[in-house]
């Protein structure tokens, strides 16, 4: 399933349990509780998201979500911000550079499911593990990125660099941090006509996502790294973004 399925955690209304709007780490915590049996996931579960912004612009985002039910559940929540550094109305995304930590992917069916198998990205149009123009390849891969990355330096849930995204119109640099094993690296292929900010009007690659993740269909591919809660155990998931001029 994508997103959780029809009525994933982006489609339900979250409390705000907790805010801090002054000081040195302005604050906000989203709560939710997500009931055994939700879109078909065993198992009851708290979720939080907190936000929050540090100096010399950084933000944290650190997913929680702690098992409070009798069932064993999976658990990979991802977040799903579009990104475009050059502003919202500077068109695609294609010019901007970036470089991905990861030596390998996972492969995907023509249904956009992963076979199971972890490939080098050396010699393939994904390799990125040296700083590369998103669009350089756009005549191998017409339609754009949208695939998991088996992200280097997985050690006992540390975090480590992911990638960094450059905008040489803009001069901003954002650098991505997790403790997650996967990223999914997505160009805006299926954004069609949405009108958006001022009334601007975004189509295909009007902005991508970086999605660290557990690798998508982990459940059912065993050589893939698990993210399954037991009871009363807890699921932790943290995104570091800094953000530079050059």
């Given amino acids: 399933m994508l997103h959780g399925g029809p009525k994933g955690y982006a489609d339900v209304v979250w409390e705000v349990t907790k ?13 939710y509780h997500s009931f055994d049996g939700e879109e078909g996931f065993p198992g009851e579960i708290l979720v939080t ?20 039910g009798n069932k064993a559940t999976p658990v990979n929540i991802a977040n799903h911000a579009y990104w475009n550094l050059g502003g919202h109305q500077s068109g695609d995304i294609l010019s901007e550079k970036i470089q991905i930590f990861a030596s390998n992917y996972t ?4 249904d ?7 490939e080098a990205v050396k010699g393939t149009p994904f390799d990125f593990l040296k700083p590369r123009v998103i669009g350089s390849r756009s005549r191998q891969l017409p339609k754009g990125y949208d695939i998991n990355y088996a992200l280097d330096g997985v ?10 995204l450059q905008d040489e119109r803009s001069g901003i640099e954002m650098e991505l941090s997790t403790n997650a094993p996967g990223l999914q690296f997505y160009t805006g292929n299926m954004i069609k006509d949405v009108k958006g900010k001022d009334g601007f009007v975004y189509k295909a690659h009007a902005a991508l996502c970086l999605e660290t993740q557990w690798y998508p269909d982990y459940v059912n591919q065993p050589d893939f790294p698990q993210s399954i809660v037991e009871p009363r155990k807890n699921y932790k998931h943290v995104m570091l973004y800094k953000f530079s001029t050059h």
């Fill in 49 to 68: 998201v907190r936000y929050t912004l540090l100096a010399e612009n950084q933000v944290t985002v650190v997913m929680k979500a702690k098992n409070i």
């Fill in 107 to 110: 492969p995907v069916d023509s």
């Fill in 19 to 31: 805010y801090q709007n002054k000081g040195h780490k302005p604050h906000i915590v989203f709560s």
């Fill in 155 to 164: 050690h006992g849930g540390k975090i480590r660099k992911a990638a960094v």
């Fill in 112 to 118: 956009l499911i992963p076979t199971g198998k972890i």
